[in-house]
């Protein structure tokens, strides 16, 4: 293409952008409504319009694993853990993890409720990669309620009778009942003397 030709193609393009611009998105437009009603005094009415947009957002997204950490203790509830400083355990030390699934399927449960529910497989690999063990519904999880809570974690506590010292990867297999999606958490650790 000739320098005139692209300069003149560049200008439309300019000129097209700033003609046409980009249309915004639910969630956008809920906030722009929501920032308008907290404005005029309306906060309970800004938090739902905001929480509305955000579960139908969340409905369209992929069943995946959002967060997966080592924690120091049990968690309290959906973000409310301490994060171990490193992922080496001493061999009788409980190895409990937090891990938050995203894009769960929320199902209508009958009495105007909504129901999601999970199962979780483990697999226990070596350092190279080699299945030590595996148990399929390690652990199962039920969430009903009014609404498509979002804010949803599994706690999973792994207990290994002498296992020797080295490189393992732990591997939470999520399973939504509902869709049938499959997420990995995938989580390396160390056994230390």
């Known amino acids: 293409m000739s320098a005139p030709r692209f300069r003149f193609a560049m200008l439309v393009a300019a000129a097209?952008?700033?003609?046409c611009p980009a249309a915004a998105g639910p969630l956008a437009e809920a906030a722009q409504k929501a920032e308008e009603q907290a404005a005029a005094g309306d906060t309970v009415g800004a938090h739902e319009t905001i929480r509305k947009a955000f579960d139908a957002f969340a409905a369209t997204l992929?069943?995946?694993i959002g967060k997966a950490v080592f924690v120091a203790t049990p968690p309290e509830g959906y973000g409310m853990y301490e994060e171990r400083p490193d992922n080496r355990f001493r061999n009788s030390?409980?190895?409990?993890?937090?891990v938050e699934p995203v894009g769960l399927t929320w199902k209508p449960a009958g009495d105007d409720k909504l129901e999601a529910q999970f199962t979780v497989d483990l697999e226990l690999l070596d350092g190279k990669g080699a299945l030590?063990?595996?148990?399929?519904?390690?652990?199962?999880?039920d969430f009903r309620g009014s609404v498509r809570n979002q804010e949803v974690f599994a706690r999973l506590t792994l207990n290994l009778t002498n296992p020797p010292a080295g490189?393992?990867?732990l591997r939470y297999r999520f399973r939504d009942a509902a869709s049938g999606a499959?997420?990995?958490?995938?989580?390396?650790?160390?056994?230390?003397p």
């Open 167 to 169: 490189d393992y990867l």
């Open 93 to 98: 030390e409980p190895i409990i993890s937090y």
């Open 16 to 19: 097209l952008a700033i003609a």
């Open 62 to 64: 992929p069943f995946s």
């Open 132 to 141: 030590l063990a595996e148990h399929k519904a390690f652990g199962s999880f």
């Open 182 to 192: 499959v997420a990995l958490a995938e989580q390396p650790f160390s056994i230390v």
